[in-house]
């Protein structure tokens, strides 16, 4: 049985799709002897619905995500995977939702799924770690509103810096990029402070001086290995 790599796709909570830019990862995933998933969620409206009441957005995203890994933890070994051995990653809007994943473990709980089984969250790229204090550092705070509304007690409940404080115990290990924004680093190093109180190992990969999008594209680029070389060791040491 191989571990498995679960891949949730980023586009602001509204766009994309779990085919994007797999060209590069599905042969990375392999070549390292991993079963590979990638997984699609409802996306809240786009162009954007702030009005419309009965948009998707928070939680149907991250329902959608827990239950993809719920399939996936009953059927994978079907496929030759581990479901003991789950490492789950994710690029920016998919970022935030596995951070999510990896913090809120009533989500696992509730599925019946182990959360030791859980070895791993790769959070690539997204300032949503706390999403209020996100949507105050923005000029395009519509994106934000679109997926979680403006009811803070909902933005906090679709907070991975919040959900730490509801858990006895989060994922034990992670990999963040960094890069962008002086307030989009400190959110970012924030929340590892905040994680790192439950006794996890963490992991940032320096990329400054690259763009959103470079951090997705370069996940299986064999021109640049700076994500892939990181993921691979991560993927190694925490699947141990």
């Known amino acids: 049985m191989q571990p498995v790599v679960i891949w949730v796709h980023g586009g602001a909570w509204a766009i994309g799709d779990k085919l994007n830019k797999m060209s590069n990862k599905t042969p990375f995933f392999r070549s390292l002897d991993y079963v590979f ?3 699609n969620y409802r996306l809240s409206p786009f162009p954007y619905e702030l009005t419309n009441n009965s948009r998707i957005k928070h939680p149907d995203h991250i329902i959608d995500v827990a239950d993809a890994i719920q399939w996936v933890y009953e059927n994978i070994e079907l496929y030759g995977g581990d479901k003991t051995n789950i490492a789950v990653l994710g690029h920016s809007a998919g970022a935030h939702l596995v951070a999510l994943m990896g913090t809120d473990q009533t989500l696992l709980s509730s599925r019946n799924i182990s959360t030791d089984h859980i070895k791993a969250i790769g959070s690539f790229d997204t300032q949503a770690y706390d999403v209020s204090r996100a949507i105050m550092t923005l000029t395009e705070s519509d994106l934000y509103i679109n997926a979680f509304g403006d009811d803070e007690t909902v933005q906090n409940d679709a907070s991975p810096y919040y959900q730490v404080d509801n858990s006895s115990s989060i994922t034990a290990h992670w990999l963040f990029t960094e890069r962008g924004s002086q307030e989009r680093k400190e959110i970012l190093n924030d929340f590892i402070l905040k994680a790192e109180t439950k006794n996890v190992t963490t992991t940032k ?13 370069l996940i299986g680029d ?5 994500m892939s070389d990181a993921i ?5 040491d925490s699947f141990q």
């Not at 064999?222 to 700076?226: F, R």
């Not at 691979?232 to 190694?236: A, D, K």
């Open 222 to 226: 064999t021109s640049n290995t700076l």
């Open 205 to 217: 990969i320096d990329a400054n001086g690259y763009t959103h999008a470079d951090i997705n594209n």
């Open 37 to 39: 998933v990638s997984v």
């Open 232 to 236: 691979e060791s991560f993927l190694n």
